[in-house]
């Protein structure tokens, strides 16, 4: 049997005031695999915690199978924990490490069902050895194994491979995937990690200082963030974000000023397109991922692309790609959560800007003045009817101000036969179609809330 796991407004606060968890609401489907995503600190372990009954819980309901679970003890839960650190008995060899639980439980002769757990986590031979005997990998399978083995209702897992290395993290990411679908468990899985959120849930359910921040598939949680934490927060290489400025004027083209150069977005407005001129006059966030933009000339420019240039900073060689980094004169905005210690929230879920924090620094340097911006290259000029006067820096920076700036502004993913140095001028064109603008609160406005370009194909 598997469970449903609901948490209606759940809230935790420990001592001394902590608020770990401030009213959580979640249902979790009979066989869903829900992986609670988030930094260090925002609550997943403890959401997690109060499902096992390890922790109370301070306000709200936790409702198991629709029944309140206040009154249940962990043990009645049925649930199976695994943990980052492999809970073995050193002592007991794998095969009693695995039979240990039902053995408590008398549940007769054990040893079908060990045999059978190991079968299917493919560690036979190791089910006479010790977990010293093990590698962390190995280790990991057994403690996995255990918690198979008792046929729990549901697993909650706790950042259960980030104590092994990369390669054997994907295999076993694999694994756990596979187990879930063959036991068609409940199961909720905490990681930091988004990459392993995205390969492994049915639905991600990403938490920002104890609060809830977005439920929905990887699908949707990077198509749709429904805020720039999200964004920021899922996709790697990460978002880029640049402090703007809508400009709507009526009559007039809406604009978008970031700063050296402006994106004119194409007439007739879309539908999102229009939302933004609620925006006018006001600073805003604009997020471009960095598949959004590439690298080709004005005049190659399709419906809905939009023309700027940049000057190459950095090239990463990743083997199957390359990510360019690139100066557009543009200031990068800034997601004090995901880059600074863990500070104060101010009203309203925003925390203010710490100084001293690696991407404010950089952002920073980034705003320092490049030579030659602002001119235009003879031959692009009114390529491109979206783009007013597209301004390309005629000559490269400094190598002292090339250094000062060498994070860039904006990400940009080619092939990675790409042939340029820095300080290259390139041409670029964004995709208008999956251009993300937040508010000043953080909140996407555009696409807008109900729309969902890209999702259909
Ligand atoms: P995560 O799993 O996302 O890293 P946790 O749920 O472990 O986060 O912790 C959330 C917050 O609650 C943190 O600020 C942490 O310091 C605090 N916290 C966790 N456990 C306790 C506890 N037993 N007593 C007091 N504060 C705690």
Known sequence: MSRAISLDGVTKVYERGIRAVDRFSLDIEPGEFVVLLGPSGCGKSTVLRMIAGLESVTEGQLLLDGEDAAELAPGQRGMAMVFQNFALYPRMTNRDNIGFPLKLEARGDVGPRVDATARLLGIEDLLDRYPAQLSGGERQRVAIGRAISREPTAFLMDEPLSNI???LRNHLRAEVARLNRELAVTTVYVTHDQAEAMSLGDRIAVMR?????QVGSPREAYALPKNIFVAAFIGTPRINLLEAVVHAPLPGRVTIDLGRQSLTLPEPLSPDHQMLRIQQGRPVIV???????????????????????????????????????????????????????????APGGHRKN?????????????VARLPGFGQEEPGDQGAVGVLEAPPVPAAPPQSAERAAIAGGDLV???GPDVQVRPGTHVPLLIDLEHLYVFDQQGRRVCPAPAHQPGLDG
Do not use: F
């Open 354 to 366: 710490k100084e001293g924090t690696v991407l404010g620094r950089l952002r920073d340097r980034a």
């Open 287 to 345: 997020g471009l991922r960095s598949e959004a933009v590439r690298i080709a000339r004005p005049s190659l420019a399709r419906a809905r692309e939009c023309a700027m240039s940049g000057i190459v900073e950095h090239v990463e060689y990743l083997g199957h790609e390359a990510l360019l980094h690139l100066n557009t004169g543009s200031r990068a905005a800034l997601v004090p959560a995901l880059e600074g210690p863990h500070t104060d929230t």
């Open 412 to 414: 940009v993913r080619t």
């Open 165 to 167: 290395d990369a390669k």
């Open 209 to 213: 200082d104890g609060v809830l921040q």
